[in-house]
């Protein structure tokens, strides 16, 4: 069963210096491009990090602080990357929790405001995780019958999550081939700013979704507690967090 795409769907894959979204950067992005009429663009690239990549990132991707130090900075490609995607929609592994929340934080930190709130995203490991819980080498071993051979390389595991959808798609039949299905079912609790700091209760107001007002609405807490607001924004949250927290402020003052 093929996509059913009415816009633009990009697979993309991080390889990094570590796992905190707000403090990492990127050293390695694969984007795989697929249009609605099935013709297809990769992107791949090294980035220099302008930071020193740990030897335990090293051990997992394999990219070497010397592999990457004339590559361009993830702000000298932005622009690129940012054209590149600007029309799609998202699709990747654990890509809601970790890659997507980071790509956000590099374009912020490139002065790149990309409206995420226009897009939707499938993470295909969701999917998996739902109907089956492993690894993506062994979704594609599952699902594929094929090895991952060059597991933690951007651009092969990304055509890997591509694979992994389309036979997804032809094993689940209750799966639509359609980025809005894909969506909702591979969405774990909706957040307003993807890294879950700020969520969604069943009334979908934001609500903050850590620390002492953990589930309480974020427009009630920044009325009786302002300092809260000023706590976050000059506390090590990511950009994109801060940026979300500051609208709701703004609205809030704006309905005033």
């Known amino acids: 069963m093929k996509l059913n795409l009415i816009r633009p769907l ?29 013709i297809i663009k990769e992107m791949n ?14 051990d997992i991707h394999g990219l070497t602080n010397d592999k990457v130090d004339s ?8 622009k690129e990357v940012y054209s ?40 295909v490991q969701t999917i998996f995780h739902k109907m089956e819980k492993r690894t993506l080498s062994a979704a594609l ?10 597991a933690h390389s951007a651009m092969n595991d990304t055509r890997a999550t591509y694979d992994v959808l389309n036979a997804q798609l032809e094993k689940y039949s209750d799966l639509e081939p359609n980025v809005k299905f894909l969506n909702e079912f591979s969405s774990r609790n909706k957040s307003a700013d993807y890294a879950g700091f700020i969520i969604f209760n069943n009334l979908e107001k934001e609500c903050f979704g850590f620390g002492k007002y953990k589930g309480r609405e974020v427009e009630k807490v920044l009325k009786d507690d302002p300092g809260y607001f000023g706590w976050v ?11 979300i ?3 709701i402020r703004l ?6």
């Open 10 to 38: 990009c697979f993309f894959d991080l390889e990094t210096t570590g796992i905190n979204i707000t403090n990492d950067r990127i050293v390695e992005i694969g984007i795989l491009k697929i249009f609605p009429d099935g």
């Open 45 to 58: 690239t090294l980035v220099n990090p302008e930071m020193i990549i740990p030897k335990e990132a090293s």
């Open 71 to 78: 590559m361009p900075t993830f702000k000298q490609i932005s």
């Open 84 to 123: 590149f995607i600007k029309d799609s929609d998202l699709a990747g592994f654990n890509s809601d929790r970790f890659d997507i929340p980071l790509l956000v934080e590099e374009l912020l930190r490139a002065e790149i405001d990309f409206d995420f709130k226009k897009i939707l995203t499938i993470d």
């Open 141 to 150: 071993k599952f699902y594929c019958n094929k090895e991952n051979d060059k």
């Open 233 to 243: 924004l000059n506390s090590d949250f990511p950009r994109f967090t801060k940026k």
């Open 245 to 247: 927290l500051t609208e």
């Open 251 to 256: 609205r809030k003052l704006n309905t005033k």
